[in-house]
C-alpha cells in the first residue's frame, strides 16, 4: 500500500515538474515486482499524473484572466485566434479528446503543454479527465508489464 501511496505522489510531482521522470521510476520498480503488480502500479501513476495534469488545467484557465493575456486578447488577431480554436474544442469535444488520449498514452505532444492548451480553451472536464486517465494507465501500464516481462 505505501508502494502505491509514493508512486501516487511521486506521479503527481512528476505531472508538475518535467523534470521527474515517472516512466524511468515506473520502469525501475518493474525491475524489482512481478507481473501482477503492474496493474495496481500503473492505476496508481496514471491517477497522480491526471491530478497533476489538472492542476495545470485549472492553472491555465485563471490565467486566462491575466492582465497580460487579456491585454493580447484585445488584438483582433490575438482574440480571433482564440475563438477560432475555442469554437473547434467545444464544437468536436471527441476529436479533442482523441488528441488528449494520443498524447496521454503516446507523449507526443507532451501532455504538459496540451493539458495547458486544453485548460485556457476550456476543454470540458468531462473530456479530458477520463481521456488523460485512461491513456496514462495505459501507457504506464505498458512500461510496467513490458520491463517486468523482459527482466
Given amino acids: 500500500m505505501n508502494e502505491l501511496l509514493s508512486i501516487f505522489g511521486i506521479s503527481i510531482a512528476s505531472a508538475l515538474i518535467p523534470l521527474i521522470n515517472i516512466e524511468l521510476i515506473l520502469a525501475g520498480l518493474a525491475t524489482q515486482t512481478g507481473l501482477g503488480a503492474t496493474l495496481g502500479l500503473a492505476i496508481a501513476a ?3 499524473q491526471t491530478v497533476g495534469k489538472v492542476i495545470w488545467w ?3 484557465e485563471k490565467s486566462m484572466e491575466s492582465r497580460w493575456v487579456q491585454k493580447k486578447l484585445d488584438k483582433p488577431k490575438w482574440r480571433d485566434a482564440y475563438a477560432d480554436w475555442s469554437r473547434r474544442i467545444h464544437d ?3 476529436y ?3 488528441i488528449i488520449f494520443v498524447s496521454s498514452a503516446g507523449g507526443i505532444p507532451p501532455l504538459l503543454v496540451l493539458a ?3 485548460g485556457s480553451l476550456k476543454m470540458p472536464l468531462w473530456a479530458f479527465i477520463p481521456t488523460v486517465w485512461v ?7 505498458f512500461i510496467l508489464a513490458g520491463v517486468s516481462f523482459v527482466v
Fill in 46 to 48: 496514471g491517477t497522480g
Fill in 58 to 60: 485549472f492553472a491555465a
Fill in 92 to 94: 468536436r469535444p471527441w
Fill in 96 to 98: 479533442a479528446a482523441a
Fill in 116 to 118: 495547458i492548451v486544453a
Fill in 135 to 141: 491513456g496514462r494507465v495505459l501507457r504506464f501500464w
